[in-house]
């Protein structure tokens, strides 16, 4: 990797650190990174603006190089990009910094990444018979429901600055990753800070409303209800043959299930939540 480091960038560099699936080096005082990516170049130059652009707002993600074939390059049948570390020193992310990045309004195409998992679920299910999760039709039901609440919304505030995924023990090395970077709901990166924070055993989701307007209480409840962490444990299950843990989801299905329950509680009271029969179903606690 060294010798293919300075023919794609000029750099001389003396060592490389492999850790998990990146690559850091060190060079005249500067950190870099180098990661995997599936993204082409038009897609890393749009996402090099969304960088330049939010340097303007002082949060500063980390800054793709640019080689002499472009943002990314091709080794040993992967592609990928190298970033220059714009962090002084590693920590655990903050909930003023999800906030800040939340607010930050932008003009950029965006997914429905809902609509597609459940599409690669049911098909994967189709598929293969003897795939043993017997809870998957009760998170496919809550996500079906999710995505009418976000279909009722509609797409016009679909314009904020999100991450595909993010854990309340993130750190500001992940955190700032520009290959993160997703557009969505204002509240999309908050849902997914509070589900993490449940999984941890701490309930912030009503709590964290304040952080929003009324008019994103709409989202921040529907992404709530998407159960991302159940198709993380999938995708690893897929992708990985990582087992899941039926106890523990078990556990889960429980906690979760109340936490929503309140919020739907708390919601129905101050703005005009959908109605959703089975929440009302669930006997009070």
């Known amino acids: 990797m060294k010798e293919k480091i300075y023919e794609e960038y000029g750099y001389k560099v003396s060592y490389v650190i492999y850790r998990n699936d990146n690559i850091y080096f060190e060079l ?15 897609n890393l130059l749009e996402l090099d603006k969304i960088i330049n652009y ?22 040993e049948n992967n592609r990928y990009v190298l970033l220059k570390l714009r962090i002084i020193s590693e920590r655990e992310i903050t909930i003023n910094e999800i906030v800040k990045l939340s607010n930050i309004k932008i003009n950029w195409e965006s997914k429905n990444i809902l609509e597609n998992k459940i599409d690669f679920l ?16 009760y998170f496919i039901g809550l996500t079906e429901n999710a995505i ?13 600055i999100g991450h595909k995924r993010i854990h309340c023990k993130e750190s500001t090395l992940e955190f700032y990753n520009p290959l993160n970077i997703v557009v969505d709901y204002r509240s999309r990166d908050l849902a997914e800070y509070a589900k993490s924070l449940l999984l941890n055993g701490v309930d912030k989701t009503i709590e964290f409303l304040k952080y929003l307007d009324y008019s994103d209480w709409y989202s921040y409840f529907a992404r709530i209800m998407y159960p991302s962490f159940y198709f993380d444990l999938v995708d690893n ?21 109340k936490t929503i ?3 739907y509680e708390f919601l129905k009271i101050k703005i005009n939540i959908p109605y959703i029969e089975w929440l009302d179903d669930i006997n009070n606690f």
Do not use: C, P, W
Request: aromatic fraction near 14%; charge should be negative.
């Open 28 to 42: 005249n005082d500067s950190k870099y990174m180098i990661l995997k990516t599936e993204l082409n170049e038009l």
């Open 54 to 75: 939010l340097d303007n707002y002082a949060i500063f993600f980390h800054k793709l190089v640019v080689g002499k074939n472009g943002f990314s390059f091709q080794f």
């Open 122 to 137: 049911e098909q994967y299910l189709a598929n293969y018979e003897n795939l043993e999760l017997e809870d998957i039709n």
């Open 148 to 160: 009418t609440i976000f279909n009722i919304i509609g797409e016009n505030d679909k314009k904020y």
């Open 237 to 257: 299950y897929i992708n990985k043959d990582i087992k899941i843990d039926k106890k523990r989801i078990n556990i889960l299905v429980n906690s979760y299930e």
């Open 261 to 263: 329950k309140k919020l």
